[in-house]
């Protein structure tokens, strides 16, 4: 059974830095596309970034391009998301997620298969 477990969410003042994780199980992730969405209340799941299978691609978000970086390790299969320069606007629950059907990097919320139960993130200002 998939299980993607998200830690490392907090409280943060603005300007601060956080390291999310997202620990898979279940199968081997090393051949699949890993994302991160969020969700802030009232409004839709976003697109935060993604990472290929290997990690030679990755793809962010103009609201965090600059501020965040996507890493994963397929031996340990965790993927990562460095959040630095955090805003008030990044308060949400940040969720991993995994494609395991397409072969490309996806941004589109609906091509990803299973989904962590997410980690809060609170910037205050």
């Known amino acids: 059974q998939v299980q993607l477990v998200e830690s490392g969410g907090g409280l943060v003042q603005a300007g601060g830095s956080l390291r999310l994780s997202c620990a898979a199980s279940g199968r081997t992730f090393s051949s699949y596309t890993m994302g991160w969405f969020r969700q802030a209340p009232g409004k839709e799941r976003e697109f935060v970034a993604a990472?290929?299978?290997?990690?030679?691609?990755?793809y962010y978000a103009d609201s965090v391009k600059g501020r965040c970086t996507i890493f994963r390790d397929n031996a340990k299969n965790t993927v990562y998301l460095e959040m630095n320069s955090l805003k008030p606007e990044d308060t949400a629950v940040y969720y991993c997620a995994v494609d395991m059907e397409s072969l490309r990097v996806s941004m589109q919320r609906r091509e990803y298969d299973y989904w962590g139960q997410g980690t809060q993130v609170t910037v205050s200002s």
């Open positions: 990472i290929s299978w290997g990690g030679s691609v990755t």
